[in-house]
T-cell receptor, first 112, second 112 residues
């Protein structure tokens, strides 16, 4: 079946612009996670949803980062007033159990 | 000090070799342990998932968890050039916290 999909795959933003990154989880997966991966590093947790409820947002680095999942399926990660340090790959993962997580291909964000 | 330590390599082996990849961790609350494979410019792919201590085998892959030593391993038998990738260990605690904490990844090259 279809895996996790993310769009866009690549995004270039000028510093100060707002961006929106989309994640389509595996059908039926109630848990959805966002991670940030810097070059040469492992992914780092940003936020977690169970259905439409955002249960943990402790990893969001600043109040410029905002995530939503209004209908418990598709999720959007929004970054306002992007800065160069936001340049990274943003990964979305979904899970049925909340334990085994399946990742999408990621969105590579470059802030110039 | 990071919660999860992983030797970044790079590790280079000849085709057919047995590969051993390892992670150590400091948080005794971790109960769920995973290994992911990540090809360049792709999302992490779940290889192995284990709960608590013990061994798990799946084809050419064996995962071992030693909670008393806070040490986990992934063994790859009969390694193939297609195994060349970055391998990430990941773990999570029991209870409601579901986010994964990753190692920084080990870059593996299997030479034909």
């Amino acid at each position: 079946g279809a895996g996790v999909s993310q769009s866009p795959r690549y995004k270039v933003a000028k510093r100060g612009q707002d961006v929106a990154l989309r994640c389509d989880p595996i059908s039926g997966h109630v848990s959805l996670f966002w991670y940030q991966q810097a070059l040469g590093q492992g992914p780092e947790f940003l936020t977690y949803f169970q259905n439409e409820a955002q249960l943990d947002k402790s990893g969001l680095p600043s109040d410029r980062f905002f995530a939503e999942r209004p209908e418990g399926s598709v999720s959007t990660l929004k970054i306002q007033r992007t800065q160069q340090e936001d340049s990274a790959v943003y990964l979305c993962a979904s899970s049925f159990t909340g334990r085994e997580q399946y990742f999408g291909p990621g969105t590579r964000l470059t802030v110039t | 000090q990071k919660e999860v330590e992983q030797d970044p390599g790079p590790l280079s082996v000849p085709e057919g070799a047995i590969v051993s990849l390892n992670c150590t961790y400091s948080n005794s609350a971790f109960q769920y342990f995973m290994w992911y494979r990540q090809y360049s410019r792709k999302g992490p792919e779940l290889l192995m998932y284990t709960y608590s201590s013990g061994n798990k085998e799946d084809g050419r892959f064996t995962a071992q968890v030693d909670k008393s030593s806070k040490y986990i391993s992934l063994f790859i038998r009969d390694s193939q050039p297609s195994d060349s990738a970055t391998y990430l260990c990941a773990m999570s605690a029991a209870g409601s916290a579901r986010q994964l904490t990753f190692g920084s990844g080990t870059q593996l090259t299997v030479l034909p």
